[in-house]
């Protein structure tokens, strides 16, 4: 559980809502981009999956590493 003191500290408030709206606008544009690409420019759904894969292996990749680097330095 984080200390509430945190809070008070100016960068970690500005480093925790940069965070949430990176999360934010990363968890958006995987949920709205296979719509668009469907209904937009009229791709199928094996076609709008094949374009957001790129974007979910990344999201994987760096998923993993970033468990391994925290896990090192805890």
Known sequence: IIP???FKNLPFVQGVV???FS???IFASGQFM???VQTSLGASAAASGL???P???S???SSIVGGQMIA???
């Open 4 to 6: 509430l003191s945190l």
């Open 59 to 61: 999201s994987l990749a």
């Open 23 to 25: 999360a934010a606008g």
């Open 34 to 36: 296979p719509t668009y």
């Open 18 to 20: 940069m965070t949430f």
């Open 51 to 53: 374009i957001v894969a």
């Open 55 to 57: 974007q979910a292996l």
């Open 72 to 74: 090192r330095t805890a």
